[in-house]
Nanobody
Framework: QVQLVESGGGLVQAGGSLRLSCAAS????????MGWFRQAPGKEREFVSAVSSGGSRTYYGDSVKGRFTISRDNAKNTVYLQMNSLKPEDAAVYYCAAADTFFTNDRWIDYWGQGTQVTVSS
C-alpha cells in the first residue's frame, strides 16, 4: 500500500513558478513509477508528466513540455513537479500518481493522491 500526499499548490501570476511535492508512504516507493495528472473544471483528467522508478526516464504531456520538470528523491520518498512559465490554462487540481508500470495515461495507475489546487491569474 502506498499513500500519496501532495503539497505546494497555490495562487500564482501568469509567468510565475510553483513546485509541487508528493510525499509517499511505504518502503516500496522506489519500486514505483511516479507522475502527475491534472484536471480542470469541466475537463477530462490530463496526463502531465511521469518519471521512472529510478529517475532515469521522464515523459511530458505536449502542453507542458519545456516548462515543467519532474524529478524524484527516493531517499525522501518524494516526487516533485517544477512548473515554470505558468499559464492560466495550467490552472487545475494536480494529482500525484503511482504505478508499477511506466505510464503516459491513467489506465495503469495503482495509487492516487488527494490533489492540490493550482490557480494561475492572468
Amino acid at each position: 500500500q502506498v499513500q500519496l500526499v501532495e503539497s505546494g499548490g497555490g495562487l500564482v501570476q501568469a509567468g510565475g513558478s510553483l513546485r509541487l511535492s508528493c510525499a509517499a508512504s511505504g518502503r516500496t516507493f522506489r519500486n514505483y513509477h511516479m507522475g502527475w495528472f491534472r484536471q480542470a473544471p469541466g475537463k477530462e483528467r490530463e496526463f502531465v508528466s511521469a518519471v521512472s522508478s529510478g529517475g532515469s526516464r521522464t515523459y511530458y504531456g505536449d502542453s507542458v513540455k519545456g516548462r515543467f520538470t519532474i524529478s524524484r528523491d527516493n531517499a525522501k520518498n518524494t516526487v516533485y513537479l517544477q512548473m515554470n512559465s505558468l499559464k492560466p490554462e495550467d490552472a487545475a487540481v494536480y494529482y500525484c500518481a503511482a504505478a508499477d508500470t511506466f505510464f503516459t495515461n491513467d489506465r495503469w495507475i495503482d495509487y492516487w493522491g488527494q490533489g492540490t489546487q493550482v490557480t494561475v491569474s492572468s
